[in-house]
């Protein structure tokens, strides 16, 4: 198998990072194989498979950007500024730049960095390179031009157009999709730890794709259960267990997970502090509704305005559910998640009329 350090970067500060993630093996198989197929045949991969990320000086970024014009910006992040550039090749892309007083600091920038080029999949943002010229610390990645899913659930515009219901459940499956291929077909798994609804980006298809893999951690291999590590993550997201323990295991992305699905089926933020005391936490105030299945079109986003299937909703409610148990044995796997969203992001797609039932049917 392959490990991080046998990866060879441009950047001396890149190929001595010797932290938590640099003596973990990693093998990634992109031909659909489980978790237990992939572990126990411990299959290495060539390294042409890796995305090995170029490096940029950062001359050419401030070209690309414009000197990182205001205009340009498109979103900011505890990490620091995102502005939307162009390459000498004519290739569009998004440049996030460090804050270097920032919440986040060189260890992710490192972790990024590793991260993206050893993990490649549709439903993962891809990072194009990186720039360590001086204390500059850039990265560089594909331009995802509708933005982050927050962008279309919160907030809206006036005249813009809230998300219907199976465009919803598309987004769904593909943050699914993402993280089972960072939970079974990563060896060993990694943990994402940070899947929130600005971390989910869209294309101009809605198809969706995980980024920011700063504080993305690889999971515990042999007999080990959970990984022990300082809590981290947004508020609103991280799974009670790990937030109270420090033991970090692939289900506490199952927790966060199902934050985003009821964000999804809502409409409403994780943490809204405009929203009355009652209100503010997301998950605490659904509780009463997911546990009586007859209150559960109750938690449906007002604005979709009863175009949905009611059936479609209840069954995408339970997987919430499910997702949002407090103890974490109790909380589905991701391979089972996937299939049940693909099932009924298909049912919504092929079936007109799922779309158009009155909720109060």
């Not at 990024?112 to 990072?127: C, F, I, P």
């Not at 989910?200 to 959970?226: E, M, Q, R």
């Not at 007002?302 to 909703?313: A, I």
């Not at 409610?317 to 407090?326: F, G, Y």
Request: charged fraction near 25%; glycine fraction near 8%; aromatic fraction near 8%.
């Amino acid at each position: 198998m392959r490990c991080f350090s046998c990866i060879k970067f441009c950047s001396k500060d890149v190929e001595n990072y010797d932290g938590d993630v640099a003596s973990n093996d990693v093998a990634v198989d992109d031909k659909g194989k489980t978790c237990k197929d992939v572990k126990e045949k411990g299959k290495s991969f060539s390294s042409q498979r890796y995305n090995v990320a170029n490096r940029f000086t950062f001359r050419e970024l401030c070209v690309a950007t414009q000197n990182f014009k205001d205009s340009n910006l498109i979103g900011e992040g505890g990490f620091g500024c995102v502005y939307k550039g162009r390459l000498e090749s004519g290739k569009i892309v998004a440049v996030k730049q460090l804050n270097l007083n920032g919440l986040q600091g060189h260890q992710e920038f490192i972790v990024e960095v590793l991260m993206l080029s050893l993990l490649r999949h549709s439903n993962l943002v891809t990072l194009i390179g990186y720039c360590t010229d001086g204390d500059q610390r850039l990265l560089v990645y594909e331009y995802m031009p509708l933005g982050s899913l927050e962008n279309h659930l919160f907030d809206l515009e006036p005249n813009q157009e809230p998300l219907d219901w199976h465009t919803r459940l598309k987004i769904a499956v593909g943050a699914a999709r993402g993280l089972e291929y960072l939970h079974c077909k990563a060896n060993p798994p990694v943990i994402y730890r940070d899947l929130k609804s600005s971390n989910i980006l869209l294309d101009n298809d809605f198809n969706s794709k995980l980024s920011d893999f700063g504080l993305a951690k690889l999971g515990p291999v042999g007999d080990n259960t959970h990984v022990s590590t300082r809590v981290m993550g947004t508020y609103g997201y991280c799974a009670p267990d790990y937030a109270m323990s420090g033991k970090l295991t692939i289900k506490a992305d199952i927790y966060s997970f199902g934050v985003v699905l009821l964000e999804l089926i809502t409409g409403r933020k994780a943490i809204d502090m405009n929203k009355k005391p009652s209100e503010q936490n997301l998950v605490a105030w659904s509780r009463p509704f997911l546990k009586d299945r007859k209150k559960f079109i109750q938690l449906v986003d007002p604005l979709l305005e009863g175009r949905f299937s009611v059936r479609s909703v209840h069954h995408v409610v339970a997987v919430t559910a499910m997702c949002l148990q407090e103890q974490a044995n109790f909380r589905p796997l991701i391979g089972d998640i996937v299939v049940a969203l693909e099932y009924l992001a298909s049912q919504a797609e092929h079936e007109p009329d799922s779309r158009t039932i009155s909720s109060s049917k």
